[in-house]
């Protein structure tokens, strides 16, 4: 699992990986980083649109309802993204990341910083296709919310 995740994570997209900093992404492999993000921007939509479509009950819910909760899903994927990136990244027990992101002519310090909110963006962007699928899935066995989203 770590290596299915590594491989979504661990990408050019949104200028995340560097191999120059090499240590941050081995220390986000070994500690279980990896899955925790990947839990994260699959756990928190298949929750939030579970209670969407079986727990919350007013049939007469609009377009904009069901876009609002989109958004509130979307930004409790990229807060917990984030939390879960800054966590890992800024409190690992290895000491080769530590001692790099003290030093600052290593650079490390720098890019470190900018990580967490790179992958909250992309978790999020992730979040919202994902979140599509499940609604599109959720909504053919809801008794109460059958028309949203289309």
């Given at each position: 699992m770590k290596e299915i995740f590594a491989a979504l994570y661990e990408n050019d997209w949104f200028g995340i990986y560097s191999e120059n900093h090499y240590l941050i992404f081995q220390t986000l492999f070994d500690d279980g980083g990896y899955i925790k993000l990947g839990l994260s921007v699959i756990l928190i939509p298949l929750f939030c649109w579970l209670v969407f479509y079986y727990i919350w009950r007013y049939p007469y819910g609009k377009l904009w309802h069901w876009l609002l909760w989109l958004l509130f899903t979307t930004a409790l994927v990229f807060a917990a993204t984030w939390g879960i990136a800054n966590t890992e990244i800024?409190?690992?027990?290895?000491?080769d990341l530590i001692d790099a992101l003290a030093a600052p002519e290593s650079g490390y310090d720098v890019y470190a910083a900018s990580l967490p909110f790179k992958y909250?963006?992309?978790n999020g962007g992730l979040s919202l296709f994902i979140s599509l699928l499940f609604s599109?899935?959720?909504?053919?066995?809801?008794?109460?919310?059958?028309h949203l989203p289309f």
């Open positions: 800024f409190a690992s027990s290895n000491q909250a963006l992309f599109l899935i959720m909504k053919q066995f809801s008794k109460i919310q059958i």
